[in-house]
């Protein structure tokens, strides 16, 4: 391990404004030449904006037949916005008027398949919404023109505003997720095939709750999401690009991505407004390939989470009401608390859950545990300290951490009887020691494996990354390469965990 840097210092932050969101329905058009052919598209473009600079997300749903590449047109409305950095699209800009060009992964877009882009711009002045865009040139109204034979699948967005002038909406909460349910079934009525990323975890699981002690989908079953977690973004963002994401989601079939933003050790107290935009950005990389994430609030030294306590307020407000409309956002309040009682961790947590429930109802919320999410076994405890003292929230779980070569046998029987009374998440574990470094433990892995097998509990691997120690999936340099897919780009660790991670999901769907 690295030693522990002296905490610096926060930086005082932006003033992040007021989220604004709009939705602009489409449509369209004129078929081209051979009537049989539809076009239409729905644009939904939301922003979150502070002084001088904002985030962009663009959802672009085509209405029509399906398409093979894209274009996205758009002009400002004001001369002084400008398109910064952009993710999952090219995006180039004249004067006002802007285009995003697909990239390879999202190219194609059945009927009634959306696909999420954004960017970082700057503005000048106000930075007011697009009022009009458009997909391979056909203006997006949000209803395609009539086949001879209508298509099912089209389906026109509710609140679609064919006005001129769409006022952007003034809050973020308008479109919140759908209420988690527990008692509630819900039938899907679209055919699955009409789902945009039909087949991905988040789309056959769609919105998560606590159920019990386990974690349940859109069907009110049991799952259990397996996936990675990243080392730590402000070191080893080089590793994660469309290529590294579409291998995770395509190549180790991962349910999950787990975003560790550092607070302390180069991370978001140095610039919370840019480490902020970096988890949002890769929230989206993991939506648009149907995975879920999540936002791990990567608290580690202090171990006292209260240092970090207005941080997290100032984070979790703003990416909890960025995300609120998402169904696969799931949020870890506080990575490893040590060296402090279990009783001010629960104040922590139940001064910042209803911070993230006022942005974001129904999302999940992973609270860490004493002695580095031990469940309190690292410091000599077990369980019971919050079975008979729970987080005073719902739909939260709990994390329970652990390095095979270090953490075995009284571990694994903590987490068996923990499993059985309280909601328990392994948001992070290794295959070697706690160090992060050394040999992997290939038996104690596969025990640990096992066992969350057999229990549903859910997992993240540390880490996803080419870091050039044991833990790290990748062999070092491979994120300076670009190829992520198949076995000789993986450590020892890398290709023992995915092939576990690959195996086929067990999903209910009804
Ligand atoms: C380790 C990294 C290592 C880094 C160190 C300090 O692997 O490169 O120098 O953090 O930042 C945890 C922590 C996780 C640790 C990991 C391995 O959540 O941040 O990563 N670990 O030591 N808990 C137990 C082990």
């Known amino acids: 391990m ?23 329905g489409a449509l369209t058009a004129m078929p081209a030449a051979g009537a049989a052919t539809a076009a239409g598209c729905a644009v939904t473009y939301t922003t979150n904006s502070w002084q001088g600079g904002f985030t962009a997300n663009i959802s672009i749903k085509n209405l029509g037949d399906p398409i093979k590449g894209w274009t996205l047109g758009f002009a400002f409305p004001n001369s002084g916005q400008k398109v910064g950095y952009g993710w999952s699209a090219t995006y180039s800009q004249t004067g006002a008027a802007v285009t995003a060009k697909n990239l390879d992964y999202n190219g194609s877009l059945a009927t009634g398949a959306s696909t999420n ?40 967005k509710p609140t679609a505003t064919p006005t ?6 003034a809050t973020p909460t308008a479109t919140p997720k759908p209420t988690a349910t527990p008692t509630v079934t819900p039938k899907p009525t679209a055919t699955p095939t009409a789902a945009p990323g039909t087949g991905t975890p988040l789309a056959i699981n769609g919105p998560l709750h606590v159920c019990g002690v386990d974690l349940c989908n859109q069907y009110n079953r049991p799952i259990q999401l397996r996936g990675m977690s990243t080392h ?75 240092y970090n306590l207005a941080r997290a307020k100032t984070f979790f407000a703003s990416v909890a009401a960025r995300n609120a409309g998402k169904k696969g956002v799931i949020y870890e309040i506080a990575n490893e608390p040590n060296g402090v009682s279990w009783a001010s961790i629960k104040s922590y947590a139940e001064q910042v859950i209803p911070v993230i429930r006022a942005a974001d ?49 009284n571990y694994r029987s903590t987490l068996s009887q923990a ?50 120690e044991g833990s790290a999936a990748f062999k070092a340099g491979t994120c300076s390469g670009g190829v992520y897919t198949g076995t000789g780009v993986l450590t020892q660790s890398g290709a023992l965990i995915r092939d576990r991670i690959r195996t086929a999901d067990n999903f209910p769907t009804s």
């Open 361 to 409: 109802p129904d999302a999940v919320i992973i609270v860490g545990t004493r002695g580095w999410s031990s469940l309190g076994v690292s410091d000599g405890s077990n369980e019971s300290e919050i079975v008979n003292n729970p987080v005073n929230a719902k739909n939260i779980m709990y994390a329970f951490h652990f390095y095979a070569a270090s953490h075995k046998d």
């Open 117 to 156: 882009i954004g960017f970082n711009g700057s503005w000048n002045g106000s930075n007011p919404a697009p009022t009009s865009f458009t997909l391979n040139g056909v203006t997006c109204t949000g209803s395609a023109t009539p086949k001879p034979t209508v298509t099912p699948t089209v389906t026109p």
């Open 232 to 306: 730590g973004i402000q070191w080893f963002s080089r590793c994660y690009n469309d290529s590294s994401l579409n291998a995770l989601a395509s190549d180790w079939k991962a349910d999950l991505f787990r975003v560790s933003m550092y607070v302390q050790e180069q991370g978001y107290e140095t610039n919370p407004a840019a480490f902020t935009d970096l988890v949002n950005k890769y929230v989206d990389m993991a939506e648009a390939r149907g995975l879920y994430s999540i936002i791990d609030f990567h608290t580690l030294t202090p171990g006292d989470p209260n």
């Open 419 to 468: 499993a059985a009374k309280l909601p328990v998440f392994v948001s992070e574990f290794g295959t070697v020691s706690a160090s992060g470094d050394g040999a992997v433990d290939v038996a104690s892995t596969t025990a640990w494996l096992d066992l969350m097998d057999r229990l549903k509990i859910s997992y993240a691997n540390w880490t996803y990354s080419d870091a050039g």
């Open 2 to 24: 690295k030693s522990p840097l002296r905490p610096r210092r926060a930086r005082g932050l932006l003033a992040i404004g007021a989220t604004t969101g709009l939705v602009l």
């Open 164 to 169: 001129a002038t769409p006022k952007p909406t």
